[in-house]
């Protein structure tokens, strides 16, 4: 713990210095949110206030040596989240150097393998599985980790790289390393990486992922995990995953454009039956997304995460009116719709959300 603690102090505290000393402008972006929500189950109707913060220094984008610091915090006093640390409000903090050979990157940042907005068995380091998102949100995935990275270019869109993941307990066995392969065949690219790391106990993570253009971009990834103390078949293969999506922008006459979104998460060793399905066995899950822009200042959007296997749903729809430059109005409104036991439903502290507020960039 206390190397760990070492490690991400002299990073932040260099990043901080370097951030205060070579930033162009400080970015601030700010939420302020009413939510006003009604549960169901227990007929309550609430209402409260939330916040989302976000700094950034963001050093000049020339030179040999970038970073960032970025401190993040959100409060909704609907669902209060304690802060239990300083990594809690450390949302970036790294450096990133170009060598004449390789570039190097430490610190506290987001690094993405494969594609996908909502679904990707790729993002073996942080994963992107899991059905408990904010549909609200701008970006659906933002988690950010210390580490280090070295990316060694091979030519032309090639690379390959390794990444060190300190250890969360400050013991040495508990620290996780991993690398990746980029290159292209033909149209297509074409990525395959490898990540061990401790979870509840230690795991190795394989996959492989495409990703290229027919018209609409296309992904497609898969991955499993293998257990190192326990590596039975079965448990591989209830790891397995498989996501792939398609993506379109239509741009329309004047200032309009259009674009659609279609993600599916598959589990092949999953329960395949028309019953009420749990997330961590569900076989097969859709995410459809869709957002109309009639003009510059103005968009409207539209998700869901489907469950077809138990006919449930998690809907979301959204507007935002960018009222003047970097200041815009928001609201949302999402619902889970499905029957007590399916995987979205009314269950619990399952609730019906109207969020309205403003966000503000300066």
Request: glycine share 8%; proline share 4%.
């Amino acid at each position: 713990m206390v190397g760990r603690r070492l490690l991400c102090a002299s990073i932040l505290i260099g990043c901080f210095l370097f951030g205060i000393g070579a930033a162009q402008n400080p970015v601030v972006e700010m939420n302020l949110l009413s939510s006003t929500a009604y549960m169901l189950y227990s007929q309550d109707l609430m209402q409260g206030m939330g916040m989302d913060l976000k700094i950034s220094l963001l050093s000049e984008n020339s030179g040999n040596v970038r970073g960032e610091v970025a401190f993040r915090t959100t409060y909704n006093s609907l669902v209060p989240t304690p802060i239990t640390s300083i990594d809690d409000v450390i949302y970036k903090a790294y450096l990133r150097a170009r060598f004449p050979s390789f570039r190097l990157t430490a610190g506290k940042t987001r690094l993405s393998w494969g594609d996908g907005m909502l679904f990707n068995a790729a993002d073996i380091l942080y994963g992107s599985s899991s059905v408990s998102v904010d549909l609200t949100q701008a970006e659906l995935r933002s988690k950010t980790d210390w580490m280090i990275n070295v990316n060694y270019p091979l030519g032309f869109f090639s690379f390959a790289e390794a990444v060190f993941l300190p250890s969360m307990t400050g013991e040495a066995q508990d620290m996780g390393v991993g690398g990746r392969f980029y290159t292209n065949a033909g149209e297509t690219k074409v990525e395959g990486g490898y990540l061990t790391k401790k979870e509840t106990t230690r795991v190795h993570k394989l996959y492989t992922s495409l990703q290229g253009n027919i018209g609409p971009d296309w992904y497609l990834a898969s991955s499993i995990t293998i257990d190192q103390s326990n590596p039975s078949a079965s448990d591989i293969q209830k790891s397995w995953l498989i996501s792939g999506g398609l993506f379109h922008m239509q741009y329309l006459s004047g200032e309009r454009n259009l674009s659609l979104r279609l993600e599916m998460l598959s589990r092949p060793f999953g329960t395949w039956k028309f019953e009420s399905q749990s997330e961590a066995s569900c076989a097969l899950l859709l995410y459809p997304e869709v957002v109309y822009s009639p003009t510059s200042t103005l968009s409207f959007s539209l998700r869901a995460i489907l469950s077809p296997l138990d006919f449930s749903t998690m809907l979301s729809a959204g507007a935002s009116w960018s009222v003047f430059e970097g200041f815009a109005l928001i609201a949302n409104i999402a619902a889970p719709f499905g029957e007590s036991g399916d995987l979205f439903n009314w269950d619990g502290a399952s609730a019906a959300a109207l969020t309205l507020g403003a966000s503000w960039i300066y």
